[in-house]
Structure formats: structure tokens, C-alpha cells
């Protein structure tokens, strides 16, 4: 046994070597390895983690390591049973199992941010292997400080003489008695949950092909809460994202998220499920299929997030989000602007606004608006057109000269649609390189292996490691193709969401309460600041199929105050009113942008239906003045006051202050955390920053 101690810019390296075969062999005793308030501990064959809020512990036992105890540091209350089901968190059926003898090869601890990637985390790699199944596993723990969740994953390799023969790629079935019950693939994540005592269920996900899911009866969220314990059986689940297990009536429970591409209607490659029953919690699904497994190196599986959380189904919300940012986190000065993008207008074709004229008249009028960046949809390159797309060097006569000049005169940055399969990382470089900054719409993916993602994440990652802070890409879930689901890939910038239209093709058509019901949906287990959001020009939508008409130009854009705005039109086809409307709002919003960036979005009100009260609640958490109210009083409402229940502030007295008129006063919330609030017409908004007043 040997230590090897390294210390590089506070980095510590902790290698712990066994040269011992036998399966139980021992982890070293008394390692502490912490950076800020996370913490791992290694003792008495236990690696226990510590992030300030959530304390983790796993068991070596001779078949891997076993989780036996979560608890939340922040009220003491574990979750774990005395009897642990399963010898190992993982399994790969036919291959891994609890009779499988294991060989701990090392315990890795060490600091990280995944090469800029992530935020600074403590990451704990212990190596494991299983010399009859001919496999190496490596178990990965990321640990955050001060965060309400960590990471887990498994990093599989072949060793010589391995064979995929026989073994799962996917869940199975298998029929009792004229029923099909499902049969779990290989076991990534384990938790020794007790469904025996009170506790509900809470399942979510999100659907990909949101450009599909414009009427009211589809929502993006789909979102179901089971009753009933104890858990005689066990309960299957394979188009949820999320689950929520919650104790004390749902006071307090575990969150377990998937970070994979799994979307409702579409499972990509080889997500899995949960299954939640008398033997705990576990979750399926490696991403990684049997003859994925390969000699030359370790492959990733989809990774899980375990998150601690109180206060209810806010509580939850706010925890979820908390994890999802420290995992992925925002940079302002890439990922925060306004962005303009030529198919806008489109009827359906927008090919003819990529064309330098248009774009020379567009450049001055996104300027005087307040446009950040101007995105040249699908026409800009010289070959092929939509998923054919190819060629990604401009067609304009003198290359990117004259329009860059025309941009930089108005201050004016770029961003470019490409198809993600076809463009390659020289022309990605070369664009950035002489544009200075590009944010890249990728579009018509399709990844249907493991070797797709890994080819397309190489991809992201050499680009933005080549121009950091100057590129980013928006990532796209349009159609039922396999894309990135909303819980994974977020780390290179943003998810583009739900093409709108002005006129063609017609079920695109823009819709507002449409519109606001789906962003109102997403912000509920979703980052706002990491979805970009379509705005369309209400004046120019057909009237024949949509409202908006009827609905004024700020009212549509402020739909998108919380998320990162679109703007889905075309700023030279704008009447002068809309232009001076557009104006004094998006001038009136910038100043709190940031403040606005770096809040947590949650949905308050009612679900919007064309005849309710709806809006955004943005928390600030470290700041007590710079949190925000946004309120939509619906084309169709008759009330002209409302009581809205606020989130995480039943009991205070806060002083609000509106944005657009100045105007201030203090108000004290209920013990429901419920006031009320006044918009005087149908079809207008409230724009308030709100401080927690002592």
C-alpha cells in the first residue's frame, strides 16, 4: 500500500494502491481529503461524502460499494434502511451481480471543474474490478460544496477475454399470467429508500419535440404524484426524468434526477427506469449497451443526481435548481443576452433573410432595440440546406468583411445556425475567429449510440476550449429524433425551445397563453437561465388562428424576462410603435438583467389557460433586494385583483417596487405565503423588484 500526495493551485492527490487480489480488499483507513465546506472521509472500509448539506456513505464490501446511509446535514434526518438490499449500488445482469467477487483497485480523490466545465467540485474515482465478468468499473462521486446534491456515475471498460454475449442492452418484459412486467437492465444507481412508511412519489419529466406541443392539451411537463405504502410491489417507471420521494405529508424527502438525454416520448439510448419497491430505490439505464463496452478505454454511463430537500415541493424546486446550477453553471458574460435569429419571420422558409442586403438593414434596427446578437439561421453557408447542410464558410461576396464591419459599427455580435452531424471543429474555429464571438444554434442531430455522443461532446468541448467565453452552443430538442433531453449536455450553453411562427406553417403559429403555459411549465424543474425562448412580433401573427394580435408587444416579450430571449422577428418589419414600445421595455429590462440571470425562476399562479392570473417568481438567494414578480393578467380574465401565493415567503413583509412606473410600497405576505395583487386591464403585466424587508 502507498500514498502519493501531490499538491498543484490547491490540488490534492490522493492515490490509494492495493496490491492485495483478494475481494474484500481493505480501503485505507483515516483519509480526509476537503475543499471548502465538501468533504470526503476514507475509513474503516467507508468513503463518506460531505457537501454542507448532504452527507453520503458507501460500504466496500467485497462486490462493491453500497450505499448505506443519506442523510441531510441541515436537519440531521436520514434516509436509508438498517437492512441494505443489495451487496453493490451497480449490476450488470448476467455479468455484475451480488455474488460477483470484486477487486478494489484504487480510491482516487482529487479537486475538479471537468476542465472548466463544471463548477469546483471534490471527485472521488474508486476503481473496481471483476476478474470472472472480465470488466473494470470505475464508481465517480462529484461533491460540491455548500450544494444540496451530488453526482454519481459509472465509467465501464473490457478487460481481455470480455464477452457481450447474452447480456441486456435495454429493460426487458417478461409475461405472468397474461402481464407484461418489466425487467430491469443494468443497475447504476442504488438508494436504500423506505417505501414501507408514509411516503408519496413524485414523478417528472419533459418532452422533447416541444415544436409539437403547441395546443393546449399538450403540455411540455408531464408530472405525476403516487399514493399508497407500503410498497409490496415494486413500482416501474420509464419516461420519468426525476423522482421525488417525499416524507412528513411532503415536507421533506430525496430528489434523484437522471443526467441523461431522456425525454416522456423519447427514451434515446438506453435510459432506463426507476424502480421504487421494498428493496429501495433503484435506477437503471447505463447509456452504455454490453457491446459498448470496449478494451481501449473507460466509456460513461448516464449519470444520477441525489438531492436532499425541506419546505415542501418549493423546497424541492429550489434544491433541484441549486444542484442543476452547480453542476452546470451559467457565465453572464457568454451565456446572458438578447439574440435575434433570422427564420423569425419566416413563412415557412427563412432562407431569404440570410442574404446580406436583408441583413445590412436588420443590423441598425436590432441595434437601436437593444439586440445583443444577431443569429443567422439556415442559408448563411455555402452547401446544402437544412439536415444536408455542409460547408460552414459564409456565401456573402467578401466573406464575413462587410457584415462583421456593419456589426461592429452598431456593437452588434453573431450567432450562426449549423446542422450539428455535418459541421466540423475547423469551421467552427475559423467562424469564431473572424466573427470574435459566436453563439451556434446546433440543429438536426440524431444520436442514436454512445459513440454519437461522445463524437458530438469532443466536438462542443474543443471549440469552446479553443475561444472560452466566446462561443457557446444552444442546443436543440426539436423533432422526435434522440437529441439531449433538458438534464444533460448544459455545460456548453443553453436548450433552444419550441420554433414559433407568424403565419406558416399554421400549427406553429404563435399563440400567447400558449406560449406562456409552456415557458410556465418548464420553469418549474428547469434553470430559466439556461432555456432561450422563441418571441414572435403579435402584430404580424395571423389573426385567423392566434390571439396575439390582441396582446401588446411588451407583454409578449416580457414572456420571456426570465429565460434567455429570442427574438423570434424581424426588427425592420416593426411599425414605429412597436419599435419605440419594444424599446423602452427591453431598455427598461436590461438594467436588471443580470440580477434577473441570477435568480432562480419559479412558476406562481395559475397555469395559464387565456383566463387566469399566471407569472415568474425570481429569488435571488444570496441578495434580499434584487428579486423579482412578473404577473399576467390573461386576455379573457375578469379580475382585476388577485391573490397570489409567493414562493418561500409565507410570514414577510416585503417591499415591492414597480419596474416600469417607480412607483413602491410595502406589503406582508400570509401564513400561506399569499397577497394580493392589482392589474387593472385584461391582457397586461406587472413588472416588480421585491426586497425582504426586516
Known sequence: MAYILKHKNILLLILLIFSTCVSASPIVTDTTVAYKNAKVVINNNRITVFTGKLERTWNWTGKGLQTVSIKNQSTGKEYGKTNVNYQCDWDLPGAISDASSAELVDVNVTESDDEGFSNKHLQVISTIKYPASKI??????????????????LRVKALEGYSSKGLPDKEGERMDCGYKIAVPSARSEYLPLNFNIENTRRYWGYYNNPGGRHDPSRDMLEETVVTGYPLFLTEDNNWASGLSVEYNKGENGICVVKESPKCVNQQAHNTGSYYAGPNGLAVTGWGLTPDEIVTDRYRECWATWTIVWTAGNDGMQMALKQFDRARYPV???????????????????????????????????????????????????KGGRFNDAHGFTPKYKNGWRDIKAEADKYGLRFGLWVTAQLSTVEELNKNVDELGFVSWKADFDHLASRSDYETRIKKYREVLKHAWMKTQFTLCPEYDDPRYGWYYCKEYGSIYFQNLQESLPAHLTMVPYQVLRQHWLMAKYFNSNKLQVMLQNPKRTNPERSDAPQYSHSYCFAMGVPFVPCFFQ????????????????????????????????????????????????????????NNYILLFRELHNNQTQKRVQLKLLAGKKIRLTNIE???????????DGKTNFTIKEPGSYLFLQYTVVK
Open 136 to 153: 473494470e468499473i470505475q464508481h465517480v462521486i462529484w461533491v460540491y460544496p455548500n450544494a444540496p446534491g451530488i453526482r454519481t456515475q
Open 331 to 381: 457565465f453572464p458574460e457568454r451565456d446572458m443576452f438578447i439574440l435575434s435569429n433570422t427564420w423569425g419571420p419566416a413563412d415557412p422558409d427563412g432562407a431569404r433573410f440570410t442574404e446580406e442586403d436583408y441583413l445590412m438593414k436588420e443590423i441598425p434596427a436590432l441595434s437601436k432595440l437593444g439586440i445583443d446578437v444577431m443569429q443567422i439561421d439556415d442559408g448563411w453557408q
Open 570 to 625: 424581424s426588427a425592420q418589419y416593426l411599425d414605429v410603435q412597436g419599435q419605440e414600445e419594444l424599446q423602452h421595455f427591453i431598455s427598461l429590462y436590461k438594467k436588471h438583467r443580470e440580477a434577473i440571470f441570477n435568480c432562480y425562476t419559479f412558476p406562481i399562479g395559475d397555469k395559464p389557460d387565456n383566463q387566469s392570473w399566471s407569472g415568474f417568481q425570481m429569488i435571488n438567494e444570496n441578495e434580499k433586494s
Open 661 to 671: 412606473t417607480g412607483e413602491s410600497w410595502i406589503k406582508k405576505t400570509g401564513a
